[in-house]
């Protein structure tokens, strides 16, 4: 991307997306416009999203936008996900084209792979299977973005590219207990069981479903990585960490907030997919690697929670 490029990351206000707001300005990209965060846009309006490009004229977009939440989330509000992110993507993607966008990433979610299909998830296994149960909703409006893209790129020739991130966290995130994703929800919930020197702290499933993740700041970097090399509309894969089991993600996270505790483990809960591991062998031989531990992110998240919620933090 040229650096006086005008640059529209669609979803600024979430996790992914302040993450590449922040690593665009990093690497010297000033000309970021129509920041919906900013100017009160709702994106999933079709006459709001044509009067921002219309007025912007973006030459990249990154498309990060759209309701999402872990399984309790999933299973309260599997309809608001489903349609806003239907929405987002079918209005964004559209005007994008409309308006000659020079190329388009749309961030998909690992969620879009089927239950069961081989470990680490190849791009190949898309369509292949059945769907996690829990979080069905939300995935199949992910892979109608996938191939909305795909099918833009087939009959316009748009440069509309795909990636798979694996399962996101960092600092910006969602500590709510009902709707955040596993990281944040465990830290608030280890922070919180400190704080009042209660003896255990009670986690959903059996704890042996293993998730990769990656540090949102990693993400960013990766994202305008792909954005810069690569151009093909088979979705690429945004990963290369090592999967955890959600009992040892749990225990790291307890001794990064320093909870003394013991973990109790509520097998009547939904576990969700066994096993959500990306293969990035794709995008690592093409030059990128995660530069954070798992370790250094959740601390860096943790201090992220401390300083931002400090209403919960101190009580």
């Not at 995660?290 to 250094?296: A, E, I, K, N």
Request: net charge negative.
């Amino acid at each position: 991307m040229e650096k006086n490029a005008r640059i529209f990351v669609a979803g600024a206000e979430t996790l992914i997306g302040a993450a590449i707001l922040s690593q665009l300005k990093q690497q010297g990209y000033q000309n970021l416009v129509g920041n919906e965060a900013d100017l009160k846009i709702d994106l999933s309006d079709r006459v709001q999203v044509e009067a921002l490009f219309a007025q912007y004229k973006p030459d990249y977009v990154f498309l990060a936008a759209g309701k999402s939440g872990g399984i309790q989330a999933n299973q309260k509000y599997p309809a608001d996900l489903m349609l806003d992110n239907l929405l987002i993507v079918s209005h964004v993607i559209h005007q994008s084209y409309c308006h000659q966008v020079k190329k388009l990433l749309y961030l998909a979610s690992s969620c879009s792979y089927p239950k069961h299909c081989a470990q680490p998830m190849q791009v190949s296994s898309l369509w292949t299977g059945v769907l996690e149960p829990t979080n069905e909703a939300y995935a199949v409006a992910k892979l109608a973005g996938i191939t909305l893209c795909q099918s833009y790129h087939q009959q316009y020739g748009a440069n509309f590219i795909t990636a798979i991130p694996a399962n996101a966290f960092g600092v910006g995130d969602d500590f709510s207990l009902e709707d955040s994703h596993v990281i944040p929800a465990l830290i608030r919930k280890f922070h919180e069981a400190k704080v009042s020197k209660s003896d255990r702290v009670e986690i959903w499933g059996t704890g042996t479903p293993r998730r990769e993740f990656i540090f949102a700041d990693d993400l960013a970097d990766a994202c305008l990585f792909v954005m810069a090399h690569y151009n093909d509309a088979r979705p690429i894969n945004l990963g290369g960490g090592e999967d955890v089991s959600i009992r040892q993600l749990a225990t790291l996270i307890q001794s990064v907030v320093g909870f003394e505790g013991e973990l109790s483990f509520d097998p009547t809960k939904p576990d969700g997919m066994p096993l959500k591991a990306l293969d990035a062998t794709e995008l690592c031989e093409m030059g990128w690697k995660s530069q954070t531990s798992l370790q250094d992110a959740i601390s860096s998240t943790y201090a992220y929670f401390l300083q931002s919620n400090r209403e919960v933090a101190y009580v």
